[in-house]
């Protein structure tokens, strides 16, 4: 189960936004989060964490950041906030793969 709160939030420009996402899913190490805006078909990636390391899009390099620890829980953040950034916020869990090859 993925779950993300809040399921709604209105803020002031220049404000920031903080949403939550949590799952309990073994072995999901990668929490991805997306943003759809209004005008836009599809879903735009932001960053993800992987494991706790946070890797940003190079367009939300300065807008966000992201903090968690992938496993089980992420946090992003979203700083002063315009009106562009009005859009669906969406949060993903993905499997890591770990292949140890010998030679």
């Known amino acids: 189960t993925v779950l993300q709160t809040p399921d709604n939030l209105v803020k002031n420009q220049d404000e920031s936004a903080v949403i939550i996402c949590t799952h ?3 072995n999901y190490y990668r929490i991805l ?3 759809q805006s209004p005008d836009m078909l599809g879903f735009k990636l932001m960053g993800y964490l992987n ?7 190079l367009e939300f390099e300065k807008k966000i950041k992201l903090d968690g620890d992938g496993q089980n829980n992420g946090t992003l953040i979203i700083s002063n906030l315009m009106q562009n950034d009005s859009a669906v ?8 793969v770990l292949r140890i090859l010998s030679v």
């Open 89 to 96: 916020y969406f949060c993903a869990a993905y499997y890591t």
């Open 51 to 57: 494991y706790d390391n946070e890797n940003k899009e």
């Open 33 to 35: 989060w997306y943003k």
């Open 24 to 26: 309990n899913i073994p």
